[in-house]
């Protein structure tokens, strides 16, 4: 059973900087999809960043790209979300998810998804 556990959320002003973490375990951690996923009060859950495990292929939702950078650290079994610039409609709960490559792409919907973490706040204000 794969699980995740995310960290590093909190509150900022706009401009600001977080870096969350999303600790795997539980599985083997290369072959897989890495999600970033956020969702704001009212709002659909939506894609932010992926990443292939063990790989270098990212991806990164319009709204965050040249401010946030996926990252992962094989050894520790952990991947990154750096956000910089934050503004206030990045306010949301954010949410690591996992699933199983399969080839193409990891830029899938969120029932693609199968592993989600318990989710970390973010709140931007100005």
């Known amino acids: 059973q794969v699980q995740l556990v995310e960290t590093g959320g909190g509150s900022v002003q706009v401009g600001g900087s977080l870096r969350l973490s999303c600790a795997v375990s539980g599985s083997t951690y290369t072959g897989n999809c890495m999600g970033w996923f956020r969702q704001a009060p009212g709002k659909e859950r939506e894609r932010v960043a992926t990443i292939l495990t063990g790989g270098s292929s990212t991806s990164y939702a319009d709204s965050v790209k040249g401010r946030f950078t996926i990252s992962q650290d094989n050894g520790k079994k952990t991947v990154y979300l750096q956000m910089n610039r934050l503004k206030p409609e990045d306010t949301a709960m954010y949410y690591c998810?996992?699933?199983?490559?399969?080839?193409?792409?990891?830029?899938?919907?969120?029932?693609?998804?199968?592993?989600w973490g318990q989710g970390t706040q973010v709140t931007v204000s100005s």
């Open positions: 998810a996992a699933k199983v490559y399969y080839g193409g792409t990891c830029r899938r919907g969120v029932s693609e998804y199968k592993y």
